[in-house]
């Protein structure tokens, strides 16, 4: 017997003692007293019930593992930070581009993406310039834009609902900035390219705004603020 039922069995048999009590004495008080021994014995009895239900209920129930499947691996967390900068790095800037472009086809508006690369004017100082330089993009972007350090010296921008000629003016924006407020970097080349304009697909759109920043890099060597090429569409 589960011992969880003995005290309801206790109280059931000295509710019968009082009940057979009161019978042979005609006693009410005794009477009263049966019936609520009964009551609580009836009380325990459904308490054992219910926790020998819930016992079997677990001993029975599928493990996660068998309700879920394989188990899934942990995803890093996102955005993945760059150490020197704080900005999110390269591997957070291919998985930004395909859920904006994705984005700018539901809902049929521009999003165009831009690729920095910086001249520093030495190697000295070069960390300052790059750190500096992303606290002016954290500054001048709007809070909808993607702002990515992509390796040494270059960086990725996701410009949301913004088509190419937004681009251009951002890029021109930053080179003006960054000659005023940016000690470590001489100048800064650009590329951009445009959701639909220059493709439909976020690797399209990347791979022609790597094109317009090596042509820019081309152009812009030696002289200037830095070149701004914009990419070559479908159509040209």
Same mark, same amino acid.
């Given at each position: 017997? @589960?011992? $969880?039922? #003995? ?17 042979? +004495?005609?006693?009410?008080? *005794? ?7 009964? #009551?609580? !014995?009836?009380?325990?009895?459904? #308490?054992? &019930? ?23 691996? &942990? ?6 930070? @760059?150490?020197?900068?704080? *900005? ?7 998985? %930004? ?5 994705? !984005? ?29 330089? !992303?606290?002016? #993009? $954290? +500054?001048?972007?709007? +809070? ?7 390796? %040494? ?27 005023? $407020? ?26 022609? %705004?790597?094109? %317009? ?7 812009? !060597? ?15």
């Amino acid at each position: 017997m @589960d011992r $969880r039922r #003995l005290p309801g069995l206790a109280i059931g048999v000295t509710g019968l003692a009082f009940g057979l009590a009161a019978a042979a +004495q005609s006693s009410r008080g *005794l009477a009263v007293v049966a019936a609520v021994c009964a #009551l609580a !014995a009836g009380a325990f009895s459904m #308490l054992a &019930d219910r926790r020998e239900a819930a016992v079997h209920q677990a001993a029975v129930a599928p493990t996660p593992a068998t309700v879920m499947g394989p188990p899934v691996l &942990d995803m890093p967390a996102a955005p993945i930070l @760059d150490a020197e900068t704080g *900005l999110p790095d390269d591997r957070y800037f291919g998985v %930004a581009l395909e859920e904006r472009v994705a !984005a700018a086809r539901r809902h049929l508006w521009p999003a165009t993406v831009l690729l920095l690369e910086l001249e520093p004017t030495d190697e000295d100082g070069m960390h300052a310039g790059v750190v500096e330089f !992303a606290s002016l #993009l $954290r +500054q001048t972007l709007r +809070q909808s834009d993607v702002a990515c350090r992509l390796d %040494a010296t270059s960086f990725g921008v996701i410009l949301e609902d913004t088509a190419e000629t937004g681009g251009v003016w951002s890029a021109e924006r930053l080179q003006l900035v960054l000659t005023k $407020r940016v000690s470590g970097v001489r100048r800064m080349a650009a590329g951009v390219a445009s959701y639909p304009t220059h493709g439909l697909s976020a690797e399209t759109i990347l791979g022609r %705004a790597r094109d %317009a920043l090596d042509r820019a890099l081309e152009t812009s !060597a030696g002289h200037g603020l830095g070149q701004v090429e914009v990419a070559v569409s479908d159509q040209n």
